[in-house]
């Protein structure tokens, strides 16, 4: 993958607001176990929740949700080094406070996350892996269930929102297959009245074709 112009630079420039993990060939559940369990007082300076975005790509929809709630707190989750330094940048820009980035893959986000302190995962417009041999590389895999399980409180809800509907169909089987329970399921986010939406970069491009959009949110109690 190309870097962007000045990468290094660019993301010295960000480190006060990113979380780095180094680049390793380790097995990630070697790395998941040597814990760095984020202190959330010391990062945002106060006791608000915290919801996580996982693929938050450039940030549009982590700066727009952070400002319109300046008392909740957000983690933003992305493994592309290229974009999470962009997202990082324009939050910089607008000096938002309530925003935090972790340049990480999910996979390692119990290395991170302190057990039950999170309200909200975010998962917005995941890639959707289509070829059955990078399967266990979509996010909404069964493989993630127990990590989401992990870092949510008690009947937390994962927000997703895709514009492919075999993704999406996948997404259903995976969810229920861990026990979630699934609410305002939406075939046609753009056509369904519903308020409040924020609309992600690639959600754009999707509506500029025309595309619908799918909406769920599934709800993980611990005894899932
Ligand atoms: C298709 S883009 C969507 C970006 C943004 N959420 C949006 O809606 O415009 C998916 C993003 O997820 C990131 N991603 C893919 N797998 C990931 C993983 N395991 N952990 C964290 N981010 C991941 C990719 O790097 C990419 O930026």
Redesign the pocket.
């Known amino acids: 993958m190309r870097r962007i112009k000045n990468h290094d630079e660019r993301k010295e420039a960000c480190l006060s607001r990113m979380l780095y993990v180094a680049k390793t060939d380790e097995d990630y559940r070697e790395i998941v176990k040597r814990k760095e369990l984020l202190d959330y007082k010391a990062i945002f300076g106060n006791d608000n929740p915290v919801e996580l ?6 940030g ?2 982590v700066l727009e949700l952070a400002k319109r709630n300046p008392d909740v707190n957000y983690l933003a ?4 080094s290229n ?1 999470i330094i962009e997202a990082c940048e324009a939050v910089m820009e607008e000096n938002v406070p309530n925003i935090f980035f972790m340049r ?4 390692l986000l119990e290395k991170y996350i302190p057990a039950g302190s999170i309200q909200r995962i975010y998962l ?4 959707p892996f289509p070829k059955n041999r990078y399967e266990n ?1 979509r ?1 909404t895999n069964l493989k993630f269930m127990p990590i989401y399980s992990h870092c949510l409180v008690a009947n937390g809800e994962i927000h997703q ?1 895709t514009d492919n509907m075999h993704f999406f169909e996948y997404s259903i089987e995976q969810f229920s297959a861990y026990g979630a329970k699934l609410k305002n399921i939406s075939l046609d986010l753009h056509n369904a009245g519903f308020e409040d939406n924020i609309i ?4 754009a491009k999707f509506l500029r074709k025309n595309m619908p959009i799918y909406r769920l949110e599934a709800v993980f109690n611990h005894n899932t």
């Open positions: 975005e996982i693929g938050c790509g450039k549009r929809f989750v992305e493994v592309n974009v990480c893959g999910a996979e917005n417009h995941s890639c590389r996010l929102k992600t970069e690639y959600e």
